[in-house]
């Protein structure tokens, strides 16, 4: 289950808020298929806003195919966003060349600017949406953490 | 359930014969299910339009129709919790939850009214008379929620209210709102925490009604704009909410006829923006959306 968090003052509209904190939660793999949405009475409970905004935003998610409505039962994740779960094999390759940066005398926003900008090169400048950047870069800042 | 909450043409109301109108000239269509709020300064006519919706005044012209009848005979369908939350002072805060149960015979539900006063932490054995303000209008709240209306008429509702109550009552009422498909209309100064609970919008200005419709409507037909002051000229097509000129840069509210000229950066106004334009213009034209004909022209 996810807490979703709405900023009145961002400008973003709030289904869009919805949306893409459900999506951030797919990615870090918080919702996994099979896991409910809260119900939409547990969201205006929560978080004081409008019932017909929750619906629009899983409407929204339902039309990308990333949720289905099971009628009287709720709302639940069929897919998961992004190939790349915590304990991938992608992940260790990138643990161990952040391992060898490091060694190398990089520090953190050495390695940080470096990753970004291999990104940029291979993405083309956020042609697959800044959504999944930021996912990505969240993915590197942990690493730095950790190393 | 009635498709609209909500109608009036040509309404007027005048305190005494020769007293100043209230209201004057007013039509609105609301239709259910939405939570509409109400908005304008200080003697727009926002109490009198719920009091005439609640059946408590009559209207000196035109009508109003509430969930497709007269209001005193929807009466037992609609509750309202006016301004000063009127409550028995002598009764308890139980007696009072037992007063709603025995005046509601087969639609009073006990259950939501108890958890509203609970969620306060109120003694149930507490004489109303002893509570704060803020305390006295959960039990108003909770007596209007148990009841189960199909259309809620709040005025002022969370004026007093702490922070931390303000925003979880609200969650009760959307959350009953949205489970039961109450239709809500409630009245407030403040505007900013109107934003993302409501979803249609009147705005009342010296007893007319000088925006009405859903309010993603209402924002889209609206464009803020800022270039350079000479070009106030090349606005003609468009309606011009409200502009103010500092040095050589204008920031205005329109509602544009068509495209905008390149010199204009253009942005989309916040609820906010948006009434406070509009209070500052007393002049600018009215505004009325009809719910359903711009879904269809969106369809």
Redesign the interface.
Known sequence: MVEFRIDRRTGVATYVQIVQQTKQALRLGLLEPGDKLPTAREVVEATAINPNTVLKAYRELEREGLVEARRGLGTFVRRSLGAAPADSPLRAELSDWTARAHAAGLDRDDVAALFASVLDEQFHNGQFGDGRFHDEQRFNNTKGEQA | MTETAIEAAALGKRFGRRGKWALRDCALKLPAGH?CAVVGPNGAGKSTLLAVAAGLLKPTEGALTVLGTHPTEARPRLAYVAQDKPLHPQLTVAATLRLGRELNPGHWDATVAERVVRQGDLDPKARVRSLSGGQRTRVALALALGKRPELLLLDEPMADLDPLAR?EL???L??E???NGTTVVMSSHVV?EL?????FLLLLGAGRVRLAGPLEDLLAAHTLITGPAGALTGLAPHTVVESRTTGRQLTALLRPAGPLDDVWQTA?P?LEELVLAHLRSPEAPALLLDATATKEAAA
């Not at chain 2, 934003?195 to 979803?199: A, F, K």
Request: charge should be negative; glycine fraction near 12%.
């Open positions: 939570v925003h609200m969650g009760t959307l959350a709102a949205a489970e900013a934003e993302g609970s409501c979803d989309a916040s």
